[in-house]
């Protein structure tokens, strides 16, 4: 392996210690497990459910293009990790412990974090209101994937790119209203 891909590993699988340590606090713990398991979709749907709710045939239709954005990011994504077969950092570091069991096998790239960006991006470009909300939350969701030792930064940093080229690429097929 080249010293400078080795050092930018290194470098990473530090951070990855460093960041799953704040989980040794139950309160850190508390709160991105609780992050990470409505990231796993129960946070979407419900948002898909309100915007119906509250906002009648737009929210619907907003909601439509969330869950087609969302079923492209989850063949992306799957597709991606059966490509890279990236080994999870708890995995590849017996000193990093898994807070939460992984739904999958595979590191890269985060499958929350691509959903999270993705999401939000499509979601604040028909309510921007909502930024207080969602990007608070998906920040959260991204941050957890590291500190619970399911995901390198790397896989969390690729994850946000894939998920804003998504939401970019669904926003310009079906523009906002």
Request: with cysteine; aromatic share 12%; net charge positive.
């Amino acid at each position: 392996m080249n010293v400078r891909v080795r050092r930018l590993s290194d470098r990473e699988q530090a951070w990855c210690l460093v960041a799953n340590r704040w989980g040794t606090r139950s309160i850190v713990r508390a709160w991105f497990r609780a992050v990470s398991r409505l990231g796993d979709g129960a946070f979407w749907y419900a948002l898909m459910a309100a915007l119906i709710v509250f906002d009648g045939w737009r929210g619907l239709a907003v909601s439509a293009q969330l869950a087609a954005t969302g079923l492209v990011a989850l063949l992306l994504y799957r597709k991606l990790k059966r490509w890279t077969r990236r080994p999870r950092p708890f995995a590849a570091d017996g000193r990093i412990r898994a807070w939460v069991a992984p739904l999958d096998e595979f590191s890269f790239p985060s499958g929350h974090t691509l959903h999270a960006v993705a999401f939000t991006m499509v979601a604040l470009a028909h309510y921007p209101g909502l930024a207080p909300l969602l990007l608070p939350f998906a920040a959260s969701v991204a941050a957890s994937r590291i500190v619970l030792g399911l995901h390198y930064p790397s896989d969390v940093l690729a994850a946000t790119g894939i998920g804003l080229a998504l939401g970019t690429l669904s926003l310009w097929i079906v523009a906002p209203a």
